[in-house]
């Protein structure tokens, strides 16, 4: 009889009998454009979302998932490359006009599974540059098929590759197209192993769906848009199990960032752009049948950061020599652990920082709302340093409502403390952006009228 004690004893030492054996998983990662922590039915939301509510219960779901940055590229750079955005050249979004991309010189999980002999392929949004040398067919990927940036971004070009197929891409059809891709990319990587990167570019506005979804769900059109996704990991689903995979791949699902104008937080604070929990907590689900035990819920701290060091270690490949800051979650997928120490997790804003969380705590130290809260400019940047700074316990206030730091300065000092440990080993830009906030920062005892007039506010 498998007992969950043999069963996790199993799983465990998979990662090292992978590197010796020909077998090696088929690795999934369908990726949304944001998805809000609240948006799926498994997570609370109203949402008709039955297939990924199956994943979750044939699967593992995590309540602690921050995708690493509350905006779209710097978020995608930390999933394929398992490095802080602000190390790889990703501080902020890019634009259809910008000549750079993710550095050149990085490694990523595409370029890490072809090198282990895997197919792969990235159909959907990109987002980490338009020149054709940054481009998915030049990052390790063998095809690409998608809109290589935002869709409210112009012009709205449709890729095959690196030839434009559409000059102005069909947003109505773009889910199914995007399924179709993938459904016939797993029937053509038969007998070989494949890694499959499915970033959707929905529910990023403007918002479009199928005639099969426009008015199903009860939720107007965000809601048809969400149900219609749903649809698109039910048919990968479904393919795997036609195909005889089920057992063989590794799907995982999330979002890059939190909801934009339309979408759900939950109960959480913040949406996108904002880095606060709700525009940084994701949904994540992990399913393996076989190696995942059904029915689980992690409520452990873990990062977009993490899925490069899991999935290399799981499929032999070699880790690059550049330090990542992911940590391997293999152990929580399978629940061999219910946490796993990790070093502190920063948040950033283009080149800034603004919050690290360490444990159940996060502590604020700027924030970026908008030109009302800034004083001078600093590199062409705004950015609200707080007179001091703000303690949150998540675990007992995920809202985030309640600051704790005057009864927790030991806390407080120890983050700092890390904090400054931390970036002492990141490029000059974001040292530079941490000195010139603190040289900024206001004592909280000064009168009103001293401080810099837009801190008045």
């Not at 990726?31 to 948006?39: E, R």
């Not at 906030?437 to 009103?448: E, G, L, M, N, Q």
Request: charged fraction near 25%; aromatic fraction near 10%.
């Amino acid at each position: 009889m498998i007992t969950r004690r043999s069963f996790v004893a199993a799983a465990s030492a998979l990662p090292l009998a992978l590197a010796a054996s020909e077998k090696k998983p088929n690795i999934v990662f369908i990726l949304c454009d944001d998805l809000g922590y609240g948006d799926l039915g498994c997570y609370g939301s109203s949402i008709k979302t039955p297939n990924l509510d199956r994943l979750a219960a044939d699967g593992i779901r995590f309540t602690n998932f921050d995708s690493a940055d509350p905006v779209c590229s710097p978020s995608r750079a930390a999933l394929l490359t398992g490095r802080y955005p602000t190390r790889v050249g990703v501080p902020r979004v890019f634009f259809p006009q910008d000549a750079e991309g993710l550095n050149l010189d990085e490694t990523t999980l595409a370029n890490v599974a072809k090198a282990q002999g895997y197919k792969t392929a990235c159909f959907g949004k990109w987002h980490l540059g338009r020149p054709d040398r940054y481009l998915p067919t030049s990052r390790g990927f063998d095809h690409y098929f998608g809109i290589p940036y935002s869709n409210d971004m112009t012009p709205r070009v449709l890729l095959e590759d690196t030839k434009v197929v559409e000059e102005t891409a069909n947003l109505e059809t773009l889910t199914q197209r995007y399924t179709e891709r993938a459904i016939q990319f797993i029937r053509e990587s038969a007998g070989s192993p494949f890694f499959l990167y499915l970033p959707h570019t929905f529910p990023h506005i403007p918002l479009a769906v199928s005639d099969r979804f426009r008015g199903k769900s009860s939720q107007g059109l965000y809601g048809d848009v969400v149900e219609e996704l749903d649809w698109s990991v039910g048919e990968v689903l479904g393919e795997l199990k036609r195909a005889g995979l089920e057992r063989d791949t590794l799907v995982m699902f999330s979002s890059d960032n939190g909801p934009w104008y339309q979408g759900s937080p939950g109960k959480l604070r913040g949406r996108k752009t904002t880095t606060y929990e709700g525009g940084v907590r994701e949904p994540f689900i992990a399913r393996w049948p076989g190696k995942i035990l059904p029915g689980q819920t992690s409520d452990a701290v873990t990062s977009m950061l993490d899925i490069f060091p899991t999935v290399t270690r799981l499929i032999g490949g070699t880790l690059p020599k550049k330090p990542l800051d992911g940590i391997d979650i293999w152990p929580l997928l399978i629940g061999a652990k219910k946490s796993i120490d990790r070093e502190a997790l920063l948040y950033f804003d283009n080149w800034d920082l603004q919050c690290a969380r360490w444990k159940e705590w996060k502590l604020h130290l700027a924030r970026h709302n908008s030109s009302t809260y800034s004083a001078a400019p600093v590199g062409g940047r705004r950015n609200f340093v707080l007179p001091r700074p703000e303690l949150y316990n998540l675990v007992l206030d995920p809202e985030e409502s309640y600051d704790v730091a005057p009864a927790h300065l030991e806390i407080v000092a120890d983050i700092q403390a890390r904090i400054e440990k931390l970036l002492a080993g990141f490029p000059e830009p974001v040292k530079q952006a941490y000195a010139e906030s603190k040289a900024r920062k206001v004592d909280p005892a000064t009168p009103i009228g001293a401080r810099p007039r837009a801190l008045e506010n």
